[in-house]
């Protein structure tokens, strides 16, 4: 576990841990700035949220970061000296996973004393916090199909039905020209048939072209769905093209729209939120302020018996040994290097991705020298409690407390995945400033920076930079971003929802051949 308790913020910098090597600016850190607390003067001009090498930092030596190794020095580092991809190496390095050796179960609350939220029941006892209806393709030829079912119903039409949060399309990119089986038709069906079932929908639409490879049938028989009085499904060469299919499409949702508006609020427990974990290290306050704020508000969750989903697996690589000393047993923990060795060494080899090595140009903006210093913010979203279960993209998740699930770091194919999954709700922390929404589960936006927030407030639920501002700690922010969690889910819009985010976010893992 990543120790955060012995931070301090002294004067322009801010130190993270007792045994690093380097400390972060908290502002802009001009030449010739005397640091006492640290005894040095600043050699570099250095941007707020950079790393300062606190003393010398030898050829070689490890760069500590939380006592973490982000990265190794390629040349004699002084003192007061900027520390960025510039004369940091990214190599690997011997980690020791330790399996389940810090497991520590955590403290439930009794159940008398778990806070609530209103939401939906559906008929299976899952809990929704919204009620839209959806409308999936099977494959990217009825795209517009389901497009232009869903943009008939505008808000004039939905007007009588105000219990209905809305009818919005999944359509995606793929579903032919792919593979028949195995993995990838496995994981683009577990993909659609979780948005099928996902508690936030009250009913829901498949429309299929008919002689794609995603077969309807496939799909339908795969998955276990059944057709019925909340699941419809259409296959346009069968149904008469495209004219005619919208037009069926409209008339069965027309026909879904009462039963969908009965669907009424009611006190249920904490402990059915389902919260999926996004984004999280894009800049170098990210791991000070938002997700470790995030990560106390998941220890909160998980004590009032609900789930987060933390995801992301190359935003975790050079830390894994961080989450599996925290694993339930020793199974769990393997289960999760096994999903880390299958990005290295299969899926990842050869390629230029952030896995091997170099983040975004807007990570690297942001004070972030390469995946390991971008993985260790990025973990922390988590929270400190025992990793409970690991999961493939889009399985439905069903342990709960703190767990995992493997996925890209691209935010809208990772919170895709998460949904599919079960959340019912997304947090999403950003530094650099994500315009991200999603449906049917809201977003929530958590800034870590005040500057940041101000320029886009209109985009940010929270701003965690009143962390580094000095005004609220990290635990106090962790309550309020849990409170938020009961406010949204039981109904308060969005940041992200008010600006109508969400419709174009459905962005199942495209991990096989096209062909």
Sequence with gaps: MINTTDKKMIGPIIRLHPNDNVVVARIDVAIGTQVPSENFTSKSQVSAGYKIAAKKISKGEPILKYNVTVGFANVDIEAGTMVHSHNTQFKEFDRDYAHASEFKPTQMLPESERASFQGYVRHNGKVGTRNFIGILSTVNCSATVVNKIAEWFTPERLKDYPNVDGVVAFSHGIGCGMEMTGEPMQLLRRTMAGYVRHPNLAAALVIGLGCERNQLKGLMEQEDLQEGSTLHTFIMQETGGTRKTIEAGVEAVKALLPDANKARRQTVSAS??????????????????????????????????????????????????????????????????????????????????????????????????????????????????????????????????????????????????????????????????????????????????????????????INCGEILDGTVSVQEMGQRIFELFLKTASGELSKSELLGLGDYEFVPWQIGVMS
């Design 272 to 461: 059915h939120l389902t919260v999926g974990l996004q984004c999280g290290g894009s800049d170098g306050f990210s791991s000070i302020t938002a997700n470790p704020a995030l990560g106390a508000a998941i220890d909160i969750l998980a004590r009032h018996g609900g789930t987060g989903i933390l995801s992301e697996t190359p935003e975790i690589y050079g830390v894994e040994h961080t989450l599996t000393r925290r694993a339930a047993n020793k199974e769990i923990g393997e289960k999760l290097i096994k999903r880390i060795r299958w990005w290295k060494d299969e899926y990842s080899v050869g390629r230029d991705v952030q896995i091997n090595g170099q983040v975004s140009p807007g990570n690297q903006v942001g004070g972030l020298a390469n995946i390991f210093e971008k993985s260790l913010g990025s973990s922390m979203k988590g929270g400190t409690g025992p990793l409970m279960a690991v999961y493939h993209y889009a399985e439905p998740v069903t342990e709960k407390g703190f767990v995992f699930m493997d996925t890209p770091g691209f935010d809208p194919v990772s919170a895709t995945g998460q949904i599919a999954g079960g959340a019912n709700l997304i947090a999403f922390t950003t530094g650099r400033g994500s315009m991200f929404g999603s449906k049917p589960a809201p977003c929530i936006k958590l800034a870590t920076n005040t500057p940041m927030y101000s320029r886009l407030t209109e985009d940010m639920d």
